[in-house]
């Protein structure tokens, strides 16, 4: 994540402890945004084939981006009801689960702010 980051409702959010030039007025608490994903036998197959010849998975590169923009998104949401205008701290982190490790869980949390 470079720099801020803003969705439609105007939800700033930024992995730094504040944001440049806009004081937090309010700390309106912990938000989080989580999102699991399962795997998908083709897509594997396929990502394995790759691994084999080398180059990079796109399937798995798009599966990733979309649940992190997914858990973000959450994350905005949560705060937006919590009536902060930002997120401020955010951490990412991706967590192999499930039975064989079939399923990806992508979780965002940070601190709910009113700038």
Do not use: H
């Amino acid at each position: 994540m470079a720099g801020p980051w803003k969705d439609a409702r105007g939800i700033t959010v930024t992995t730094t402890p504040t944001i440049e030039g806009k004081p937090i007025q309010e700390y309106c608490g912990i938000v989080t945004g989580e999102v699991i994903v399962g795997a998908n036998l083709f897509r594997d197959l396929f990502a394995n084939i790759r691994d084999i010849v080398g180059g990079r998975s796109g399937s798995y590169e798009r599966i990733l981006s979309d649940a992190r923009k997914q858990a973000i998104e959450e994350l905005q949401a949560e705060a937006a009801a919590m009536g902060g205008n930002a997120v401020v701290g955010v951490d990412l982190d991706y967590e192999v689960i499930g039975a064989n490790g079939s399923m990806l869980m992508v979780s965002a949390s940070g601190t709910a702010v009113k700038v």
